[in-house]
Structure formats: structure tokens, C-alpha cells
């Protein structure tokens, strides 16, 4: 009996090839009839219920500045409904710090002598929530009236998907973050960064060429070319720095040198942990060789000085027993690192991610008004809180 062959590598190469061409091309045709007419992201308008929330104005005081005047005018639906875009949302912050009682509350943002905001979001394990943090973050503080930029700093680009890019195409061999950080010939950052369909929100993309960050690197350290991989991203984000308040990574699952170069140019950590054993067990392991890795760059570069670590309870599940103990041990040995607030797993995310949006570009009539309102109180509810750690680490309470 004749043996079975095994498949030759080329064919087996070939058939992956064909694989991911196909899968490419389909993901294409998908962008394009969810982001009809122009296959790109447009963001929705804002109910006032919405606009009150996110500023602090009261729906009454906001129908009476557009009586008298004082706001823009505002696009209305059939019912005479006023719709805000995040941009006449912003304006309305404006006119507010201007003309409203303790005026510099609507705009939460740095002042004279507040550093920029390094956040790196991480987590050695994969499906822990790096991106669902960072999107959802970035996008409820540039709501919330601060200047933000997310840096996409996993080859796999998930982050810059979600802003409506196919990365394996339009930034297959330029175009990304790596442009920023690679040795030879890098390019300023401001050339890398790009506007998005979300007010107050820029990107620095990703792509599968930042993997070769890590070759890079490693020669980079035999060499010694400089400048090292320690200072390359803080160096970046030098020339920019005056543009934003907040700068929120999204770092891959692996603590290699793409991850350890963004935590260098971090002022704070915000790590995301699932509340299961082994979720915990990896953690546990990734703050070790964190812990490890950051002694012996302290030893050669000098102290580094994070003002703020904290962690986040992801993928939360409050009816499942196990997860509510775990999420009690972590929080009994970690103590007030912990945020209070949990971000809780939630069909309404999933859902919202099959077509590449988050929770916040939902409309709300797509979404059953009590699944809405639940995670809507988790996210806005983690958000608030770090924010003020963030307003914290400025040295004043959140306004």
C-alpha cells in the first residue's frame, strides 16, 4: 500500500498564501459596505442626554445657551431632536470655559507646567483586553474634551483596525509607528500620525513590519546604535508632545523589546488582567520578569519614574463565583492599585466589534436600551476613575 505524501512546503506555502489573500480581499469588500459611501469610518452625532453626561451641562442649561444663543447651531432629526457632532460638542466646552461658572472644568485637559501622559496598557497573555481598553479609553477622554493620541505598538495592528484601516494593505511596507523607531532613517513621528474620523482622537499605526523591531533591536544592542531602544519612543514622542494631553498605548502580549520600549517612555501603566487562574498566573509571571527586566535597565539608564501602575479587572463576569473570588484575591493582595470599577464582558462590545466600533459609536438605537445602559456604566465608570489618576499624577483632583 502506497504511503500517503506529505504536502510539499511551496504547496503548503502556497495554499497559506492564497489563504490570506482571499481572507484580505473579503475583509476589504466588508470595510467597504460597512463604511459606505467613502469606506471609511464616520462618526455618529450625540444625543443631548449624551452631551450632558460628557460635559457636566445640564439638559436644561443646554436648550437655554441655544435659545439665547450662546452655542452653535446644531443639525435637528424628524422629531426636532438636536444631534451633535464631537466636534460642536467641543465647542460648546469652549464657549463654556469662557462664559460658565468655574469655566476651566470643561476643559480637563494640561495647563502650563502639566506633562504630557504616557500610558502604556499591557499584559503578557493574549484576550486580556489591551485593545478594548485602549480604544475605549482614547475615545471616551477625547468625548471628555482632552487632545489624545494612540499609538498602535502590536504588529497585529487590532487598534488600528478598529479605526477603520486594513493595515496588511495601506501600511504593508510604510506608513506606521515603526517608521519612528526603526535605526535606519527614522522619520519624525508628526509624518507617521494621522487624523481620525473621531474628534480630538489621532493614531500612530500599526502594521506586521513592526515585528521587525525586536531583530532590529537586538542587533541594534550588539552595535550599540545609538539612540537605544530605551529612549527611541520617549524621543518620538518629543517632537509632538505639545499636541496632546494624553498619549494611550496599546502594547502586544510579549514583554520582547517593542513592549519594553514603550513602557520606557511611559509615565504610567495601566495592566489589564482577566480574573481566572491562569489569567492571574500569567500575570503574576509577567510582573516578574517585568519586574526583572526593569531592575537591569535601572542599573544602566537610572531610576524610572512611573507615576501611577494600576490594574484592571477585564472580561468580567459578576455572576460567575469563581471570577468575583478571584477578583477579591487580587484585590486583597494588590490593594488600592486595583481599579474599583471592573470593565465587564459584554455581548454589546463583541457585537459592536464585528463591524470594527466601539460601545461609544454605537448608535443607541442599535443596542437593547438595558444592555446599553450596563456597559456603558462599566466603561464610562473605568474611564472616570483612571481619570483621576490621570488628573492626579497633574497634581489636582478631577474636575
Not at 17 to 35: D, I, K, T, Y
Not at 83 to 107: C, F, K, P
Not at 238 to 262: H, K, N, R, S, W
Not at 372 to 396: C, H, M, P, Y
Request: glycine fraction near 6%.
Amino acid at each position: 500500500m502506497t504511503e500517503p505524501q506529505t504536502p510539499k512546503a511551496e504547496t503548503i506555502a502556497t495554499t497559506i498564501a492564497a489563504h490570506a489573500a482571499r481572507l484580505s480581499e473579503a475583509l476589504n469588500v466588508h470595510m467597504r459596505n460597512s463604511f459606505q459611501p467613502d469606506s471609511r469610518k464616520v462618526l455618529r452625532k450625540f444625543h443631548p442626554a449624551e452631551v450632558s453626561e460628557l460635559t457636566g451641562i445640564s439638559m436644561s442649561n443646554l436648550r437655554t445657551r441655544h435659545q439665547e444663543g450662546d452655542f452653535p447651531e446644531v443639525q435637528t432629526d424628524l422629531r426636532g431632536r438636536r444631534l451633535y457632532s464631537a466636534t460642536e460638542i467641543d465647542q460648546i466646552r469652549h464657549v463654556m470655559a469662557r462664559t460658565g461658572r468655574n469655566g476651566a472644568t470643561y476643559l480637563p485637559g494640561r495647563r502650563n507646567g502639566d506633562a504630557l501622559q504616557v500610558i502604556s496598557i499591557v499584559n503578557f497573555k493574549g484576550g486580556s483586553s489591551k485593545t478594548t481598553t485602549a480604544i475605549h479609553l482614547a475615545q471616551r477622554y477625547a468625548l471628555r474634551g482632552y487632545r489624545v493620541l494612540a499609538v498602535d505598538m502590536d504588529p497585529q495592528a487590532s487598534l488600528t483596525t478598529m479605526f477603520g484601516y486594513r493595515p496588511e494593505i495601506e501600511f504593508a511596507e510604510t506608513g506606521t509607528i515603526y517608521d519612528s523607531l526603526r535605526y535606519q532613517d527614522p522619520v519624525p513621528l508628526s509624518q507617521v500620525v494621522r487624523k481620525t474620523y473621531f474628534h480630538n482622537l489621532d493614531l500612530a499605526p500599526a502594521g506586521l513590519l513592526l515585528s521587525e523591531y525586536e531583530t532590529e533591536t537586538a542587533y541594534a544592542l550588539q552595535h550599540k546604535l545609538d539612540p537605544p531602544f530605551t529612549q527611541r519612543l520617549a524621543i518620538a514622542l518629543d517632537e509632538i508632545e505639545a499636541d496632546y494631553d494624553i498619549v494611550i498605548i496599546d502594547c502586544p502580549p510579549q514583554l520582547g523589546f517593542t513592549t519594553m520600549t514603550a513602557l520606557l517612555a511611559s509615565t504610567g501603566l495601566l495592566i489589564t488582567v482577566v480574573p481566572s487562574m491562569l489569567d492571574v498566573a500569567s500575570m503574576a509571571q509577567f510582573l516578574e520578569m517585568a519586574g526583572e527586566t526593569v531592575q537591569t535597565l535601572e542599573e544602566a539608564t537610572g531610576p524610572i519614574d512611573w507615576s501611577f501602575l494600576k490594574f484592571l479587572i477585564a472580561r468580567y463576569e459578576p455572576t460567575d463565583v469563581p471570577q468575583s473570588q478571584m477578583a477579591g484575591f487580587l484585590r486583597s493582595i494588590l490593594l488600592d492599585q486595583v481599579l474599583t470599577m471592573p470593565m465587564l464582558k459584554s455581548t454589546a462590545i463583541s457585537d459592536a466589534g464585528m463591524t470594527q466600533q466601539t460601545i461609544y459609536e454605537l448608535d443607541p438605537s442599535q443596542v437593547v436600551k438595558k444592555t446599553r445602559d450596563r456597559i456603558l456604566e462599566s466603561v464610562n465608570g473605568v474611564a472616570d476613575e483612571f481619570e483621576k489618576t490621570i488628573q492626579a499624577a497633574w497634581g489636582r483632583k478631577a474636575e
